[in-house]
């Protein structure tokens, strides 16, 4: 059974730094893995998807990584804003009906 | 093309009603996920099904919970005789196929409130 895990639980930087959120899995034999991002109250937007064949995808200050073999992804966001601020969720499908599992996510504060 | 659509977006029930949560997938998408979330608590899979079938239900639990996807309509999941433990945000997701190969996107969510 998946088991995703989320490093770290909660983050507070000021505006301008560059992060990494980390996601690590337990099944290495992983389709894909998506981010998503949460705001307050709301459901979750997609930013990227990586698939099992690819190490890395980009999305304007966003850049996600996947190591199957250390069942690792890793999402960076260059220079944080502000309106960066939200939970931060990785997911990925395993298992025969690709049900994707998720870890409790990142909680993200950038202030000014 | 709309997203995901969810309503309703929050719902009162009383301990003992019925509550009916729905979902319409993205057009052109055949597949549709139920996930619960519990206040500081992760994303949990509760049911995954294609039209007219139930693909995997092994994350709902087996009393009270119950869910569908018409040929024609919404995805509905169905709660009878509610309880307070049922109280979470309600997601649905929707993919045109598998999702080894594509991704899921998301609806609002119905925010589930039982008193």
């Known amino acids: 059974k998946q088991e995703v895990t989320q490093i770290p639980a909660a983050l507070s930087v000021p505006e301008g730094e560059n992060l990494v959120l980390n996601c690590s899995f337990t099944d290495s034999a992983i389709y894909n893995l998506q981010w998503f991002r949460q705001d307050p109250g709301k459901g979750l937007t997609s930013l990227l998807l990586i698939q099992s064949s690819q190490r890395e995808q980009t999305s304007g200050r966003l850049n996600a990584s996947l190591d199957k073999s250390s069942g690792r992804s890793t999402l960076y966001i260059a220079a944080s804003q502000p309106g960066d601020s939200a939970t931060y969720l990785c997911a990925g499908p395993s298992g025969g009906s690709y049900i994707p599992t998720f870890g409790r996510g990142t909680s993200l504060i950038v202030h000014p | ?115």
Not at chain 2, 76 to 92: N, T
């Open chain 2, 1 to 115: 093309n709309a997203g995901v659509m969810q309503n309703p977006r929050h719902l009162v029930r009383r301990r003992g009603q019925e509550a009916r949560l729905r979902c319409s997938p993205m057009k052109g998408h055949s597949h549709v996920y139920w996930y619960r979330q519990l206040p500081e608590e992760g994303l949990k899979f509760m049911v995954y099904l294609q039209k007219e079938n139930i693909i995997d239900e092994s994350g709902m639990p087996k009393e009270r919970f119950s869910a569908e996807f018409p040929k024609e309509g919404p995805s509905i999941l169905r709660i009878q005789q509610v309880v307070r433990g049922d109280s979470a945000a309600y997601f649905c997701a929707s993919s045109p196929e598998g999702l080894s190969n594509t991704e899921a996107f998301f609806g609002q969510g119905t925010r589930l409130t039982v008193v």
